[in-house]
């Protein structure tokens, strides 16, 4: 299966499209081998960066995993405007049971290549936190990606 591109690469070269996609399958790969945790990997971050950095508007996504925190799948679940995003905790559990996911990391950037959270992202962090733990999906981070910056929330103690 083709690795799917992140919105911005259409706009490359054929060949440049090409590199991307295979970094993009390698650090999948990565993070699908027995054993490699989702939760510490320097790979998630540069997975991430090359998915929501260069977006123009903001988009959550979620990484599905299971047990052993290997990734099942990643679902770009809400797309927003340059400075906002509206999240309804209702699809974002409706996907991690479609997924059968045990556990998610969530992500989103700031187009403004800001990474400092608002405050209305740790509230709908804790609200997200709290509709998962109710179907036994843990949240084991949720990063902000702004430019080549990532804030986690786990590393901060917020979750």
Do not use: Y
């Amino acid at each position: 299966m083709e690795q799917q591109l992140p919105l911005f690469a259409a706009a490359l070269a054929p060949a440049d499209q090409q590199t991307i996609r295979e970094a993009l399958t390698l650090l999948e790969c990565q993070l699908r081998e027995p054993g490699a945790s989702f939760t510490s990997s320097n790979a998630v971050r540069d997975w991430l960066r090359l998915h929501l950095a260069p977006l123009e508007r903001e988009a959550l996504s979620v990484l599905w995993l299971d047990n052993q925190h290997r990734l099942i799948a990643h679902d770009t679940l809400f797309l927003g405007t340059i400075n906002t995003i509206t999240v309804h905790p209702r699809e974002v559990v409706k996907a991690g049971l479609k997924h059968n996911a045990a556990a998610c990391v969530m992500a989103h950037n700031h187009p403004s290549g800001e990474a400092e959270p608002s405050k209305a992202d740790r509230l709908i962090t804790e609200r997200l936190k709290q509709t998962l733990e109710l179907v036994d999906i843990r949240l084991l981070d949720h990063l902000v990606v702004g430019g080549m910056e990532i804030v986690s929330f786990a590393e901060r103690g917020w979750i």
